[in-house]
């Protein structure tokens, strides 16, 4: 069984950082792509940031370049992504996911989803 287990959310002051964590179990560490997706209030669930299996390749939505850093650990089978110079247009539910074809650009191309972990930026 496969589960996706995401830790790090919290409130935090705009201008500030958290570090999102994503635990998974039951996947063959390394074959899958990871991603970040995350949805606000009332909104669809936008595309953040993706990496490929083996952290080579990195992907990120054009509003989080410069200040998100996706990155992975095969040994932890744990991805995570690292949020600095947050702002309050960043607050969402934040979601992990794994696609074993590959994509994760997009919602559709998940097989798997964590439950999710709530980041809230204050201004």
């Known amino acids: 069984q496969v589960q996706l287990v995401e830790s790090g959310g919290g409130l935090v002051q705009a201008g500030g950082s958290l570090r999102l964590s994503c635990a998974a179990s039951?996947?063959?560490?390394?074959?899958?792509?990871m991603g970040w997706f995350r949805q606000g209030p009332g909104k669809e669930r936008d595309f953040v940031a993706a990496i490929s299996r083996r952290g080579g390749s990195t992907y990120y939505a054009d509003s989080v370049k410069g200040r998100f850093t996706i990155s992975r650990d095969n040994a932890k089978n744990t991805v995570y992504l690292q949020m600095n110079g947050l702002k309050p247009e960043d607050t969402a539910v934040y979601y992990c996911?794994?696609?074993?074809?590959?994509?994760?650009?997009?919602?559709?191309?998940?097989?798997?989803w964590g439950q999710g972990t709530q980041v809230t930026v204050a201004s």
């Open positions: 039951g996947l063959t560490s390394g074959s899958y792509r």
């Open positions: 996911a794994a696609s074993a074809l590959g994509g994760l650009l997009n919602p559709r191309d998940s097989d798997y």
